[in-house]
């Protein structure tokens, strides 16, 4: 049986750094998680002489065996996400200053310039239960806002430390 607290090497994703045993971290789902771990490395489709690109993976273990449902994304789509993850918490916590409805006429959360164009991020209007769904994010963007915002003081730091 393999060691599901360690990020496996063998497989298509190449780690160069990880977080092994993941699971006590894991948010709200600490102890209870299929997530095992989080690498960073060389992506699984790169090849190492000619097309080369970094990206991140997490690691999930079914108990029985590492899970097709693992994810891995090319770095700058982690700080896309992290992005989008700052700027919706912002919205959230402003939300109060109008409805629903008038959110859902201009649905707009922020508009991030990016490689001379833009990132925009906007509420899923085409969601047919979008009004309900807003709702249950925004209480769950709460419940979780502990180690949400643990780790965003973290990620505040480590981009000070780098000059940002």
């Known amino acids: 049986m393999e060691d599901s607290s360690k990020v496996p090497h063998t497989l298509k994703h190449k780690p160069v750094v990880v977080v092994d045993d993941y699971t006590s971290i894991d948010g709200r789902h600490a102890q209870n998680t299929d997530a095992k771990g ?5 992506a699984q489709w790169s090849d190492r002489r000619n097309y080369r690109e970094l990206s991140a993976k997490v690691w ?3 108990g029985e065996k590492w899970s097709r449902q693992s994810e891995e994304l090319p770095l700058h789509r982690v700080l896309d996400l992290a992005i989008m993850i700052c700027k919706s918490k912002k919205f959230f916590v402003e939300r109060y200053r109008a409805s ?3 959110h859902l006429k201009t649905p707009r959360v ?3 310039a990016l490689q001379g164009h833009a990132m925009n991020i906007h509420l899923a209007t085409e969601n047919p239960r979008i009004a309900e769904d807003i709702e249950i994010f925004d209480e769950q963007l709460r419940k979780d806002d502990e180690f949400l915002s643990e780790r965003l003081r973290r990620l505040a730091e ?6 940002y």
């Open 38 to 42: 989080l690498s960073i490395g060389l």
């Open 60 to 62: 999930r273990y079914t």
């Open 100 to 102: 629903t409805e008038e």
């Open 110 to 112: 922020a508009q991030i």
């Open 158 to 163: 480590a981009l000070q430390e780098l000059g």
